[in-house]
T-cell receptor, first 115, second 110 residues
Framework: GNSVTQMEGPVTLSEEAFLTINCTYTATGYPSLFWYVQYPGEGLQLLLKATKADDKGSNKGFEATYRKETTSFHLEKGSVQVSDSAVYFCALIILGGGGADGLTFGKGTHLIIQP | AAGVIQSPRHLIKEKRETATLKCYPIPRHDTVYWYQQGPGQDPQFLISFYEKMQSDKGSIPDRFSAQQFSDYHSELNMSSLELGDSALYFC?????????FGPGTRLTVL
């Protein structure tokens, strides 16, 4: 089956530090990859996505590159802010199978940015 | 822009009671998905509907059922509630691609 593994949290950084959250996956087909962010008490918001190998998704200073050879989709940001504190989920989906497939999520990484 | 609407936002039930959660997708979206997120857990896919037909099934208990209606809204029916059903239930909708999530319904079973 499909699975996503991401680094355990919480991850605590100081403001303006460099961020990396690791994500690796296993999939039965060719997945599309996503990072979602969940702020306290809120729903899931799509942060960025990549649909094929070597694609780079980017949004709000966050980036992730789809690496097929290492089955990875690590999230990075050059300078984090206090407002980036949230839980980040890596996820995948296999599209084109003829059904409305659900996303497979990782366990989530709680990011805490201290001023 | 219109977003996915879920109701109610909060629900408190007793064990063995039933609950109905509603989801109103973004206009013109034809696919609805349901997810369950336990405390401190990742969201787990329950079930999806495309054009009012069940499309894919995940880890949905037999006590739960769902359907999508002619106006594309969807309802998740949960019977014989257990303490372990306490969770945040998300609905998402899509039109051929990206899933957009609603704010969730927080169900507490006492």
């Amino acid at each position: 089956g499909n699975s996503v593994t991401q680094m355990e949290g919480p991850v605590t950084l100081s403001e303006e530090a460099f961020l990396t959250i690791n994500c690796t996956y296993t999939a039965t087909g060719y997945p599309s990859l996503f990072w979602y962010v969940q702020y306290p008490g809120e729903g899931l918001q799509l942060l960025l996505k990549a649909t094929k190998a070597d694609d780079k998704g980017s949004n709000k200073g966050f980036e992730a590159t789809y690496r097929k050879e290492t089955t990875s989709f690590h999230l990075e940001k050059g300078s984090v802010q206090v407002s980036d504190s949230a839980v980040y989920f890596c996820a995948l989906i296999i599209l084109g199978g003829g059904g409305a497939d659900g996303l497979t999520f990782g366990k989530g990484t709680h990011l805490i940015i201290q001023p | 822009a219109a977003g996915v609407i879920q109701s109610p936002r909060h629900l408190i039930k007793e064990k063995r009671e039933t609950a109905t959660l509603k989801c109103y997708p973004i206009p013109r979206h034809d696919t609805v998905y349901w997810y369950q997120q336990g405390p401190g857990q990742d969201p787990q896919f329950l079930i999806s509907f495309y054009e009012k037909m069940q499309s894919d099934k995940g880890s949905i208990p037999d006590r739960f059922s769902a359907q999508q209606f002619s106006d594309y809204h969807s309802e998740l029916n949960m019977s014989s509630l257990e303490l372990g059903d306490s969770a945040l239930y998300f609905c998402a909708s899509s039109f051929g691609g990206e899933q957009f999530f609603g704010p969730g319904t927080r169900l507490t079973v006492l």
